[in-house]
């Protein structure tokens, strides 16, 4: 603990004594500075100072004000001593505000009620007062000669018991309409002991021509009809901070529902960054006509280029267009706010760290100037020696490092933001600028449909021009128009100058008019060129990514990040991101069934569009897509199961004994884009009622993966493969599960199930459990058969499943013909249930390309017959991947993959005719 030297020595001796303001709180309030106990101000420490001062016959409005002096001047004293922190500074001021408003609210209902009754809802239910913190106070920030931007909602409209004679009876309006103005009284009114704070309600619905408080109803409207672009980073921050007691009523839950989807939408919505640049314009031109012919003014380390307003908004842009979609980002102060960006890739860590120190800095410098004379204002000081006592406090050497580091910081800022919004400030000249999107590039003017339709090659002009009699086209807001036109006008001088081919232009054009409802997507691409032109390249590449798109626009924005294209999935970073996601829901109460399908949904379809671009651009092979999307599957998986148990009605333990095991694609680490998975559950439970607890909790697991939402689904699930196919049970435990398998007792499993097992694996359970699986699965693969009843019954279900999938005569099925994929998968079954008693490295689930050299290697194949097989088998996966790409059949004539025909062919001979 600091320690600290009496008050009275303070006044001549701290570093805090250069300022005025503090010598006059030493003239005049140096008996009552002792009410504080030692260290920075807390409210509890507040409430008993303000308690004692009451106590002394000081009146509630004066007995605040003077509250507020000590505090300022305990904050003031620490914080020039280097004995307290930025946030300490903030948290106490904040404090104050708070423990004032608080009082201020109690006195005014008090007051209110005894002349016109308590406001009454319905059955006379107590009706609340919110007092809604902005901006600074709201993301506990303010500084330390902060006004407080409040707003007031109260909960319903109605009218006020009335006094017990039956007068008085006002209106709610009316009644919390007389409230505010008391507020205000005993909190903004400057008396001889000055005010606790300057208050300002221009930030409520119709500023300075609305009413002083609102109904939340009332509030509801005007943010869903009138509520503008710039209200949604004011309603960022804001916080109910008092009354105390009702910051965590049931109420506030309903009011967080009403702004919460003002502030952040469903979608990426890339259409704030127009109104930010023209709020961020306005700010400027006033800082500049504020400064014209006073240049001292020029010097603001608010409101001037490279200030703090500048890393708010920079903050506070990412997270409006991010947090909907991204609820870890919704974090009121900035300084929390930085790294979580930062987590989430939207900002490197370095960065956000130089952000984090600047904001640290320059908001430090700006309680120094406030408290040389305690007044509003962030411009440094033009005397000497006020800045080389700044410079002292701040423990720069002397007033040029101080400038130094300052203007360090400032251009840091001034380039990140810049960035951020593209710069537009830049080669002005003084004059008008030429606008810019997010990339810096200058915006060319909007063409007019009919001039641009003339100027674009051929089958682009045929599509666009198909917009003239398209009323959705027509319909639209101008600004919406203008972008649409922009993105085409674009693509046609990329197309032109052979950027991206004609061909994906076209397929935009299409893609865009799914879309044009939602207008965010069109900011986005007009703001991210470097997004629209991978996309484009996408788009070229193959049809099923457009249909992809179509269903999931949201994702084109993983495009942004160019070190998406060289990473790989990884399931334990996918994990950890989606639980912070989760906890941020859980924060604001909004982690209901809806909201965590969604959240898996999105995170789902991103990943699956990161492998999809990687694919595309040839960064990773078909085996490494497969691998990418099993685990990704796992991922989905496991997070499903774990939230679902836990929401489960009836759950018996906080951890479930159940296990999913994997079949076909998702057990052989196969999977596509789309594939369906094949899945068996078993629980391993003694409890009596574990049946019925499982099968409940199973058909809620099916339910969450395979429901459709806003958001789309997440996988077609088919149980068939569990013990007695679609007749059995949906789960079964694990006991009843082995038995079937390894043939104990009279129901039990057939050798088609066996060879299905070939390709099973654990995908989600105990390691216990997984241990009892693998044991169950190696029993049954090296079980001892007759190999020649074994070749007969694989070979008749070959032909079964042949004859359900015929091919035309002249044209050959990469998967179903004979020499296909089919082929090479039944034979190698055969090899493993026939040959892996014998011989054990057969045993393990590897895939099909490894298990063939296996066997090569073993001698249960020729020489080369294996090796052969393989890269045959993994050719016709290629082409089966790039034709369902394309949506096209996977059947090729027969020419062309003549050589992996025969390969399969020989692999054939040489395992069922020997």
């Given at each position: 603990?600091p320690i600290?030297?009496?008050?009275?020595?303070?006044?001549t001796t701290?570093?805090?004594?250069?300022s005025?303001?503090?010598?006059?709180?030493?003239?005049?309030y140096?008996a009552e500075?002792a009410l504080?106990?030692?260290?920075?101000?807390v409210?509890?420490?507040?409430e008993?100072?303000?308690a004692?001062l009451?106590?002394?016959g000081?009146?509630?409005p004066?007995?605040?004000r003077i509250?507020r002096?000590?505090v300022?001047e305990?904050?003031?004293?620490?914080?020039c001593a280097?004995?307290?922190?930025?946030?300490?500074?903030t948290?106490?001021?904040t404090?104050?505000?708070e423990?004032a408003?608080d009082?201020?609210?109690?006195?005014?209902?008090a007051?209110?009620d005894?002349?016109?009754g308590?406001p009454?809802g319905?059955?006379g239910?107590f009706?609340?007062l919110?007092?809604i913190?902005?901006?600074?106070?709201g993301?506990?920030e303010l500084?330390?000669s902060?006004d407080i931007?409040?707003?007031?909602?109260y909960?319903?409209d109605?009218?006020t018991?009335g006094t017990?004679?039956g007068?008085g009876?006002?209106?709610?309006?009316?009644?919390?309409?007389?409230?505010?103005k008391?507020i205000y009284?005993l909190v903004g009114?400057?008396?001889?002991?000055?005010?606790v704070?300057?208050?300002?309600?221009?930030?409520?619905?119709?500023?300075?021509s609305g009413?002083?408080?609102v109904?939340l109803a009332a509030l509801?409207?005007y943010?869903?009809?009138?509520?503008?672009?710039?209200e949604?980073?004011?309603?960022?921050?804001?916080?109910?901070v008092?009354p105390r007691?009702?910051?965590?009523g049931?109420?506030?839950?309903?009011?967080?529902?009403?702004v919460l989807p003002?502030v952040f939408?469903r979608y990426?919505d890339?259409s704030?960054?127009d109104a930010?640049r023209a709020?961020?314009?306005?700010?400027r031109?006033?800082?500049?006509?504020?400064?014209?012919g006073?240049p001292e003014r020029a010097n603001?380390?608010?409101l001037?280029?490279?200030?703090?307003?500048?890393?708010?908004?920079t903050?506070?842009l990412l997270q409006?267009?991010?947090?909907g979609?991204f609820?870890?980002?919704r974090?009121?102060p900035?300084?929390?706010?930085l790294p979580r960006i930062?987590?989430?890739?939207?900002?490197?860590?370095?960065?956000?760290?130089?952000?984090?120190?600047?904001?640290?800095?320059?908001?430090?410098?700006e309680?120094?100037i406030q408290y040389?004379?305690?007044?509003?204002?962030h411009?440094?000081p033009?005397?000497?020696?006020?800045?080389?006592?700044?410079?002292d406090?701040?423990?720069s050497?002397?007033c040029?490092?101080?400038?130094?580091?300052?203007?360090?910081h400032r251009e840091?800022?001034?380039?990140e933001f810049?960035?951020?919004?593209?710069?537009?400030?830049?080669?002005?000249?003084?004059?008008r600028c030429?606008p810019r999107?997010?990339a810096g590039?200058a915006?060319?003017?909007a063409?007019?449909?009919e001039?641009?339709?003339?100027?674009l090659?051929?089958?682009?002009?045929?599509?666009?021009?198909?917009?003239r009699?398209?009323?959705?086209?027509?319909?639209l807001?101008h600004?919406?128009?203008?972008r649409?036109?922009?993105?085409?006008?674009?693509?046609?001088?990329?197309?032109?100058?052979?950027?991206?081919s004609?061909e994906?232009?076209v397929?935009?054009?299409d893609w865009?008019?799914?879309?044009?409802?939602?207008?965010?997507?069109l900011a986005?691409l007009?703001?991210?060129?470097?997004v629209?032109?991978q996309?484009?390249?996408l788009l070229g590449?193959?049809?099923?990514?457009?249909?992809?798109?179509q269903?999931?626009?949201g994702?084109?924005?993983?495009?942004?990040?160019?070190?998406?294209?060289?990473?790989r999935?990884?399931?334990a970073?996918f994990?950890?991101?989606?639980?912070?996601?989760?906890?941020?829901?859980?924060?604001?109460?909004?982690d209901?069934d809806?909201?965590?399908l969604d959240?898996?949904?999105?995170?789902?379809?991103?990943?699956?569009f990161r492998t999809?671009?990687?694919?595309l651009?040839?960064?990773?092979?078909v085996?490494?897509v497969a691998?990418?999307?099993?685990?990704?599957?796992?991922?989905?998986?496991?997070l499903?199961?774990r939230w679902?148990?836990?929401r489960?009605?009836g759950?018996?333990?906080?951890?479930?004994?159940?296990?999913i095991?994997g079949y076909?694609?998702l057990?052989?680490?196969?999977l596509?884009y789309?594939s369906d998975?094949?899945?068996?559950?078993?629980f391993?439970?003694?409890?009596?009622?574990?049946?019925e607890?499982?099968?409940?909790f199973v058909?809620k697991?099916?339910?969450?993966l395979t429901?459709?939402?806003?958001?789309?689904?997440?996988?077609e699930?088919?149980?068939a493969l569990?013990?007695?196919?679609?007749?059995?049970l949906l789960v079964?435990?694990?006991?009843?599960f082995?038995n079937?398998?390894e043939?104990?007792?009279?129901?039990?499993?057939?050798t088609?199930?066996h060879?299905?097992?070939?390709r099973?694996?654990?995908?989600?359970?105990?390691?216990?459990?997984?241990?009892?699986?693998d044991?169950?699965?190696?029993?049954?693969?090296?079980?001892?058969?007759?190999?020649?009843a074994?070749?007969?019954e694989?070979t008749?279900?070959?032909?079964?499943?042949?004859a359900?999938?015929?091919v035309?005569?002249g044209?050959?099925?990469v998967?179903?013909?004979q020499?296909?994929m089919?082929?090479a998968?039944f034979?190698?079954q055969?090899?493993?249930?026939?040959?892996?008693?014998?011989?054990?490295a057969l045993?393990?689930?590897?895939?099909?390309?490894?298990l063939?050299?296996?066997?090569e290697?073993?001698?249960?194949?020729?020489?080369?017959?294996g090796?052969?097989?393989?890269?045959?088998?993994?050719?016709?996966r290629?082409?089966?991947?790039?034709?369902?790409?394309?949506e096209?059949?996977?059947?090729?004539p027969?020419e062309?993959?003549?050589a992996e025909r025969?390969a399969?062919l020989a692999?054939w001979?040489a395992?069922?005719?020997?």
């Amino acid at each position: 603990m600091p320690i600290e030297l009496p008050a009275r020595a303070a006044a001549t001796t701290e570093p805090a004594a250069h300022s005025r303001f503090f010598q006059r709180l030493h003239r005049r309030y140096a008996a009552e500075m002792a009410l504080l106990p030692t260290g920075m101000p807390v409210r509890e420490a507040m409430e008993t100072a303000l308690a004692a001062l009451r106590a002394q016959g000081h009146a509630l409005p004066v007995a605040l004000r003077i509250l507020r002096q000590i505090v300022l001047e305990r904050t003031m004293r620490l914080d020039c001593a280097g004995q307290a922190n930025l946030a300490d500074v903030t948290h106490a001021m904040t404090d104050l505000a708070e423990l004032a408003l608080d009082e201020a609210c109690r006195h005014a209902r008090a007051e209110l009620d005894s002349r016109h009754g308590a406001p009454q809802g319905e059955g006379g239910a107590f009706v609340d007062l919110w007092v809604i913190g902005m901006g600074k106070l709201g993301a506990r920030e303010l500084n330390v000669s902060s006004d407080i931007d409040l707003i007031y909602v109260y909960a319903c409209d109605g009218e006020t018991a009335g006094t017990a004679e039956g007068r008085g009876r006002i209106s709610h309006h009316e009644y919390f309409a007389h409230a505010v103005k008391m507020i205000y009284a005993l909190v903004g009114e400057v008396t001889e002991h000055g005010c606790v704070f300057r208050v300002d309600l221009a930030l409520r619905p119709n500023g300075n021509s609305g009413p002083a408080a609102v109904s939340l109803a009332a509030l509801e409207e005007y943010l869903q009809v009138q509520g503008r672009e710039w209200e949604r980073f004011a309603w960022l921050k804001s916080r109910v901070v008092a009354p105390r007691a009702s910051i965590t009523g049931e109420g506030v839950q309903a009011l967080r529902g009403v702004v919460l989807p003002f502030v952040f939408r469903r979608y990426l919505d890339y259409s704030v960054f127009d109104a930010l640049r023209a709020l961020h314009r306005q700010i400027r031109e006033h800082a500049a006509r504020r400064s014209a012919g006073h240049p001292e003014r020029a010097n603001d380390v608010k409101l001037s280029r490279g200030g703090i307003r500048e890393i708010e908004f920079t903050v506070q842009l990412l997270q409006v267009v991010r947090g909907g979609q991204f609820p870890e980002l919704r974090r009121r102060p900035t300084l929390d706010a930085l790294p979580r960006i930062a987590q989430a890739g939207l900002m490197p860590p370095e960065t956000a760290e130089a952000l984090a120190r600047a904001y640290v800095f320059l908001r430090r410098v700006e309680h120094r100037i406030q408290y040389l004379d305690d007044l509003q204002t962030h411009i440094l000081p033009t005397r000497d020696d006020d800045l080389a006592w700044i410079a002292d406090t701040l423990g720069s050497a002397n007033c040029c490092a101080f400038l130094h580091e300052l203007d360090a910081h400032r251009e840091l800022v001034a380039e990140e933001f810049d960035k951020l919004l593209g710069g537009e400030e830049r080669g002005c000249n003084g004059k008008r600028c030429t606008p810019r999107n997010a990339a810096g590039e200058a915006m060319a003017s909007a063409p007019d449909l009919e001039g641009l339709i003339e100027a674009l090659p051929g089958q682009l002009q045929e599509r666009v021009a198909e917009w003239r009699s398209n009323p959705r086209v027509t319909a639209l807001r101008h600004e919406a128009r203008v972008r649409l036109l922009r993105l085409v006008q674009r693509t046609a001088q990329w197309v032109t100058e052979g950027r991206v081919s004609e061909e994906a232009a076209v397929r935009l054009v299409d893609w865009l008019e799914t879309l044009l409802r939602r207008e965010s997507y069109l900011a986005l691409l007009l703001e991210r060129p470097a997004v629209h032109e991978q996309l484009l390249h996408l788009l070229g590449a193959a049809r099923w990514p457009a249909r992809y798109l179509q269903q999931h626009p949201g994702v084109i924005d993983e495009l942004a990040g160019t070190e998406m294209l060289a990473e790989r999935f990884v399931a334990a970073d996918f994990e950890r991101d989606l639980e912070l996601r989760r906890h941020s829901l859980q924060s604001t109460q909004e982690d209901d069934d809806e909201a965590l399908l969604d959240l898996l949904r999105r995170a789902h379809h991103a990943e699956t569009f990161r492998t999809l671009a990687r694919d595309l651009e040839g960064r990773i092979t078909v085996e490494q897509v497969a691998d990418d999307l099993s685990a990704l599957a796992d991922s989905a998986l496991r997070l499903t199961a774990r939230w679902c148990w836990e929401r489960l009605r009836g759950r018996h333990r906080e951890v479930p004994q159940f296990g999913i095991i994997g079949y076909g694609k998702l057990g052989g680490k196969e999977l596509g884009y789309g594939s369906d998975l094949d899945i068996v559950f078993v629980f391993d439970d003694d409890d009596e009622n574990a049946p019925e607890i499982y099968a409940a909790f199973v058909r809620k697991l099916i339910n969450w993966l395979t429901v459709k939402t806003g958001e789309g689904d997440l996988f077609e699930i088919d149980t068939a493969l569990r013990p007695n196919g679609n007749s059995g049970l949906l789960v079964t435990s694990f006991e009843a599960f082995a038995n079937y398998q390894e043939r104990r007792g009279s129901n039990t499993a057939w050798t088609w199930e066996h060879q299905a097992m070939t390709r099973a694996r654990f995908v989600l359970g105990s390691p216990e459990l997984e241990r009892r699986f693998d044991a169950v699965r190696t029993a049954v693969v090296t079980a001892e058969r007759d190999p020649a009843a074994l070749a007969q019954e694989i070979t008749t279900m070959r032909e079964r499943v042949r004859a359900a999938h015929p091919v035309p005569a002249g044209s050959f099925d990469v998967k179903h013909s004979q020499g296909g994929m089919v082929d090479a998968e039944f034979a190698m079954q055969f090899l493993v249930l026939s040959q892996s008693r014998t011989h054990h490295a057969l045993v393990e689930n590897k895939g099909n390309i490894a298990l063939l050299q296996i066997a090569e290697d073993a001698g249960l194949l020729p020489a080369g017959v294996g090796a052969a097989a393989g890269a045959a088998y993994r050719r016709l996966r290629q082409i089966q991947h790039r034709a369902r790409l394309n949506e096209e059949p996977t059947r090729v004539p027969p020419e062309i993959v003549q050589a992996e025909r025969e390969a399969v062919l020989a692999l054939w001979a040489a395992v069922f005719s020997a």
